[in-house]
């Protein structure tokens, strides 16, 4: 893999690693804690120490790979951990909801990482989408990316099949409720990282009748960024519209 084609992680791995220190000051700041949560402390530190290892690694050096995963990795076992907490701690909320959405930054890095390493990724199947509302205005373009998303304290993994400047079509079977606020967290195809808060729109269940529609959610953005939003016009302009979103 050649610097050029090396996706840039050093960004993303950055916001996550801020992210964890959050969760580490709210850990931290009982100086006796039990010892189940300072196991927690120790695990998510160690995650912080692979992700800063990868902004001080080239994007195509093997240590801005092995960290991201390796970060994500730490991350899972403390999620596990944090499930077998028994003592009374303030900080265990705090860690729970920022892990769940520290993965949601890291998993379409990973993602996006074994693509451009050359990883072989397993076939996607075309799906059929159902004909546009009159009503959709803005233009929606075909999109394939990995996704993750968090509500409340809960990571999924989805996948995005068309996108416009008001939001994306996620592909999953893990369905949320109308109105859900979610997180959500991918990357475009020049590497940005797009982090946007969003709100469940509409909800397509899966029916056996018609297989080749995928079940998943419409995802309206809300406080997109300036510098998200200008990044995901620009990757519109370079596309051909699909069809128009509401």
């Given amino acids: 893999m050649s610097p050029a084609s090396a996706f840039p992680a050093a960004g993303p791995a950055r916001t996550a690693r801020e992210m964890l220190a959050h969760a580490l000051e709210a850990l931290q700041r009982d100086s006796n804690a039990p010892l189940d949560v300072q196991g927690v402390t120790e695990m998510i530190a160690r995650a912080v120490g692979a992700l800063y290892a990868v902004e001080r690694s080239a994007s195509d050096e093997p240590s801005a790979i092995a960290g ?6 730490y991350l899972g076992k403390t ?96 369905l949320l409720k109308l109105n859900s606020p979610v997180t959500i967290t991918f990357t475009l195809p020049d590497g940005h990282l797009v982090v946007a808060q969003g709100r469940v729109t509409w909800v397509r269940e899966y029916n056996e009748t018609t297989p080749d529609i995928s079940p998943g959610m419409g995802v309206q953005f809300e406080n997109l960024s300036d510098a998200d939003m200008k990044s995901v016009r620009s990757f519109l302009r370079k596309r051909a519209p699909m069809f128009y979103a509401d």
């Fill in 79 to 174: 999620l596990a951990m944090l499930q077998d907490v028994t003592s009374v701690h303030p900080g265990i909320a705090i860690a729970t909801e920022t892990i769940a959405k520290t993965l949601a930054v890291l998993y379409p890095v990973a993602k996006a990482q074994e693509r451009q390493s050359g990883t072989p990724a397993p076939p996607r199947v075309s799906h059929a989408e159902p004909d546009a509302h009159p009503a959709r205005r803005s233009p929606r373009v075909a999109l394939e990316a990995d996704v993750g998303f968090q509500s409340e304290s809960n990571f999924f993994t989805g996948f995005s099949e068309d996108l416009s400047d008001g939001g994306l079509f996620l592909a999953t079977f893990n």
């Fill in 68 to 73: 991201v995963k390796q970060g994500m990795d």
